[in-house]
């Protein structure tokens, strides 16, 4: 009985901690995104290559952007 308790908590506890990580990733891949689209320093193909390389590799793109591409705009 009281291992089962525990048992379930542990398994909400993770669920939550899970579902925050998560939320976490899915604002940051939104600001990147949105970053991309309006960084003044990207131009034509450039920018358009970012946008697609955000969408299609949404936790990898969004690092890969944060680290090389943004460096070239200002963080709005």
């Known amino acids: 009985m009281i ?3 525990i048992s379930g908590l542990f398994g ?3 669920a939550i901690i899970g579902g925050l990580i998560s939320l976490a990733l ?3 891949w939104v600001v ?3 970053h991309a689209l ?3 320093g990207l131009q034509g193909v450039e920018k ?3 946008v697609v390389v955000i ?3 949404p936790v990898i793109g ?3 952007y944060f680290f090389v591409g943004r460096k070239q705009g200002v963080l709005t």
């Open 32 to 34: 990147m995104l949105i």
């Open 12 to 14: 909400l506890l993770l």
């Open 3 to 5: 291992a089962g308790l």
């Open 38 to 40: 309006t960084n003044r």
């Open 62 to 64: 969004s690092l890969i």
């Open 55 to 57: 969408i299609f590799l």
């Open 26 to 28: 899915f604002i940051f």
């Open 48 to 50: 358009l290559v970012w």
